[in-house]
């Protein structure tokens, strides 16, 4: 058997055999205890559903800035070429103005004033909307001559969704979805993605400002970008972040709800019974939207650091130390989930995922992400009932962070086109 550290080498460099399906090496990591120390990161893995939530709950010196500070920062920037380094700084350096990178009272403060917007209300008024997005969708699947979910919908609709509730014009979206691209690429650390990624940034922050500019001129625009803007004039943000939480908006409410639905599709027509069950019995879409979550999450691991010295899981973890919490192997934790590796609609704990996080930075568009979710599902059950994969051949793109698929062709067999 090939040893755990060859393994999360071939993980981390994005082997695509690997990514095909990681769930193996979670498995092992987990049956090591539930901390794994890979020198070669260098970083501690936190795989068991415990130790990740005491990691996320904020009650120990942990900082959410993984990405820039300690020791796994500091390793992926060392084997940096030269030439990228300070292109790698310079995104880094924007992204820790994100809420999700901050940490403390700074951390509180920006989360008030997203958390003022994204209400269980305003979550539920945006359902009319979601509805009649996935409507249009839909529609062009089924006159579309090479049909797929994958591209046609999951990665139309939560752009679709999120430019809607923050207000960009339908005639400026195809540039967000290049800017959203090119910054989420730069994960890859290829030779063009960083330069990309720098670019994309620089446009985005310069279109972000004319567009404030234009809402706080008209003082009109949707109900929740006007909240926002509101929220940030009140607590004083700056513009640049005022620009990162668009863009954190953008790129955290775009990318990971594209992945939940393709990735769902893909598990609820692995064997197809479970499929023709929520066909049958629409209720049952909700709870499959929540296994979804858990047996295949859109994000698998989110770096950490530990900012005084501490102890998770019997482990001593010294001050500077990263600590990965892998999302995708606390979910498989057959401590919490019984026959952890089966798709099942019908488990009854499937919400005690950690998909989204959990603690201070519990995501702020759960309740978003689950309504697109349960939308798309009922619709696509609706409209086309007996709709099928074409193929069996899935890939992944490169990222062992995040699960993308690139996509999924399939046949319609419309008996009710217009239902
Ligand atoms: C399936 C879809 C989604 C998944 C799996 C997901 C996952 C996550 C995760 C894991 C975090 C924690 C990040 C961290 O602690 O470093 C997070 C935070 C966040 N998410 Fe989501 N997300 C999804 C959809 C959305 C949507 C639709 C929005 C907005 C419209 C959104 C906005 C946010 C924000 C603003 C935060 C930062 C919260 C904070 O740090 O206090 N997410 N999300």
């Keep these: 058997m090939v040893d755990l550290d060859s393994q999360l080498d071939a993980f981390f460099a994005q082997d695509p055999a690997v990514l095909a399906d990681p769930y193996p090496l979670y498995a092992q990591l987990r049956a090591q205890g539930p901390t794994y120390r890979y020198e070669n990161g260098p970083a501690t893995l936190v795989t068991s559903h415990a130790h990740v939530r005491e990691a996320m709950s904020g009650s120990l010196p942990i900082s959410n800035n993984g990405w820039r500070h300690g020791e796994h920062a500091e390793g992926v920037l060392a084997r940096l070429p030269r030439h990228q380094l300070t292109l790698a700084i310079e995104v880094l350096d924007f992204e820790s103005t994100f809420v999700s990178r901050r940490d403390g009272a700074d951390h509180l403060r920006l989360r008030r004033i997203a958390s003022r917007a994204f209400t269980a209300r305003r979550m539920e008024a945006l359902r009319d909307s979601v509805q009649s997005r ?9 006159t579309s001559e090479a049909p797929d979910v994958k591209t046609q919908v999951a990665d139309r609709l939560p752009l679709a969704v999120i430019c809607d509730t923050i207000g960009v014009p339908e005639t400026d979206r195809h540039m967000i979805w290049r800017w959203a691209i090119a910054i989420s690429e730069h994960f890859s650390l290829t030779e063009s993605s960083l330069p990309n990624a720098v670019d994309a940034i620089g446009e985005f922050r310069e279109y972000v400002v004319r567009m404030i500019d234009r809402l706080r001129d008209t003082g009109e625009g949707p109900d929740l970008a006007m909240q926002l803007l509101a929220g940030g004039d009140r607590e004083g943000l700056t513009d640049e972040e005022l620009v990162a939480m668009y863009l954190l908006l953008i790129f955290g409410g775009t990318e990971t709800t594209t992945n939940l639905l393709g990735s769902g599709f893909l ?21 499959a939207v929540e296994e979804m979550l858990r047996y295949d999450p859109s994000v698998h691991f989110l770096p950490r650091v530990a900012t005084d010295d501490l102890v998770l899981g019997g482990r001593a973890v010294r001050a500077g130390e990263s600590l990965l919490t892998m999302i995708g192997a606390a979910n498989r934790d057959e401590m919490v989930f019984e026959d952890p590796e089966t798709f099942d609609i ?74």
Aim: charged letters at 20%; a neutral charge; aromatic letters at 6%.
């Design 267 to 287: 598990n609820l027509h692995t064997g197809r019974r479970q499929w023709r069950e929520v066909v049958e019995s629409p209720e049952l879409v909700r709870p």
């Design 134 to 142: 996935t409507d249009a969708l839909l529609d062009d699947l089924a």
């Design 346 to 419: 019908h488990r009854s704990n499937a919400s005690a995922h950690l998909s989204f996080a959990m603690g201070p930075h519990f995501c702020l568009g759960a309740a978003l992400a689950r309504i697109e979710g349960e939308i798309v599902f009922s619709s696509l059950a609706r409209r086309f009932p007996d709709i099928e994969l074409a193929s069996a051949d899935v890939h992944y793109k490169g990222s062992s962070m995040q699960r993308m698929i690139t996509s999924l062709p399939v046949t319609l067999s419309t008996r009710n086109p217009a239902a």
